[in-house]
């Protein structure tokens, strides 16, 4: 949830969100959000759900 501010957040389109918008990503999908103002700053919320006991749900890649 975007508090205040503007984001915008790629995840299978691009979408800009302003304050009191929300954006919900599916488990494993590839997703980035930054702020595109160079002037406004930007407080968003962001719940991350995991199984109970299993950890973070975000996974380092495996090293090659």
Do not use: M
Not at 28 to 52: D, Y
Request: charged share 25%.
């Amino acid at each position: 949830k975007v508090d205040s501010g503007t984001s915008q957040a790629y995840s299978k389109e691009p979408v800009t969100l302003k304050a009191g918008d929300s954006l919900f990503v599916p488990k494993g999908t590839i997703h980035a959000h930054w702020n595109p103002s160079t002037t406004e700053n930007l407080r968003f919320l962001e719940f991350i759900v995991a199984e109970k006991d299993k950890g973070r749900s975000i996974h380092l890649p495996a090293k090659q």
